[in-house]
């Protein structure tokens, strides 16, 4: 768990739920699945299965709710970093650049 020892400036919520990645500056507009580990007010940590990803990759990320109580989420971000965990996954981590 997140402590204050983080330094950050927003706690981080742990979520693990599945969500779609759309890229963005990708002229197809590709989506791929990922799950969203985590997420602040100012940003999120995804999980997805492939190798990499390019920094600043510009993307759009939804979250579908399965609850009545809960909206679905959609924002657009920017990754910042991508860290390998293991052979054909990768950690990104995005800045939310905009909420919908």
């Known amino acids: 768990m997140l402590g204050y020892d983080d330094k950050r400036n927003f706690y981080r919520m742990m979520v ?3 969500c779609e990645l759309a ?3 990708d002229p197809a507009q590709r989506t791929i699945p990922a799950i969203c580990k985590d997420i602040s007010a100012t940003g999120m940590s995804l999980e997805i299965e492939q ?3 390019e920094i ?3 993307l759009e990320v939804s979250i579908e709710s399965n ?3 809960i909206p679905s989420l959609s924002a657009k971000a920017k990754v ?3 860290q390998a965990e293991g052979e054909n ?3 990104v ?3 939310i650049s905009e909420m919908k």
């Open 89 to 91: 996954a990768c950690l």
């Open 67 to 69: 609850s009545d109580q």
């Open 51 to 53: 190798a990499s990803m």
């Open 16 to 18: 693990n739920s599945p």
């Open 23 to 25: 890229m963005l500056d």
């Open 93 to 95: 981590g995005v800045e």
């Open 56 to 58: 600043g990759t510009l």
């Open 80 to 82: 910042l970093r991508c």
